[in-house]
Every structure is written in C-alpha cells, then in structure tokens.
C-alpha cells in the first residue's frame, strides 16, 4: 500500500485548504483512512478519519464544523477540507491507513500500518 498526500500551503486565518491522500497497491475494501497532525515539538495528534465501508467518520473536538472528511470512491482517495483555519492548525498533515482497526483504535496513530509522507500546512496570522 502506498499512499500519496497533496494540498497544503500557505494560507491567512479564516482560509480554506482541501487535502487529498491517493492510495494504491489495495488488496482490501475494509480500509479506515486517518489524518494526523503534528506541529513542531509536539506529538502527533488525531485529526479526523472515515471508514471506507459505511463511511463513518470521526473528528478531533478541535476542528469539528471546520474540517470534513470524504471519500472519493472511484479514486481511492480521501480528502480532507479545512475551512475556517486558524494559526493552530499549522502543522505538517500525514495520511494513514489500515485494513483492521476497531472503532476504539481510530484515534491512535500507532495502530495505523500504511502512512504517507506529510504535507506542511501553514496559517497566518
């Protein structure tokens, strides 16, 4: 499984970015696609994530109703669109995966198998 993040950039608070992870290499459809972040010294942290059966999705309490997770099916890829961004979310953005998460591992970067490389993404102020 290989994984390829795209999206971030430089944008003002109050703006908009929209990131993608494009995997490939699948050898299953039970897959639960997670963002992480992590800002310099600091821990990776959860962001939001989406399972690709029934299409559940979770979010950090810290960008509920700012940030959306989707999954563009015919693509295998997922998006995460990031209005309202406020300084704190500067931060490089990693894509991960894995095939046999429960629902209590979701928000635990260790449980993922499969990352990409981060996208830096970087809010004025």
């Known amino acids: 499984v290989q994984l390829q993040a795209s999206g971030g950039g430089l944008v003002q608070t109050g703006g908009s970015l929209r990131l993608s992870c494009t995997a490939s290499g699948l050898t299953s459809t039970s897959w639960t696609t997670g963002w992480f972040r992590q800002a310099p010294g600091q821990e990776r942290e959860f962001v939001a994530a989406i399972r690709w059966r029934g299409g559940s999705t979770f979010y950090a309490d810290s960008v509920k109703g700012r940030f959306t997770i989707f999954r563009e099916n015919a693509k295998n890829t997922v998006h995460l669109q990031m209005n309202n961004l406020k300084p704190e979310d500067t931060a490089v953005y990693y894509c991960?995966?894995?095939?046999?998460?429960?629902?209590?591992?979701?928000?635990?970067?260790?449980?993922?198998?499969?990352w990409g490389r981060g996208t830096l993404v970087t809010v004025s102020s």
């Open positions: 991960a995966m894995d095939s046999s998460l429960i629902l209590s591992s979701i928000r635990t970067a260790f449980q993922y198998d499969h």
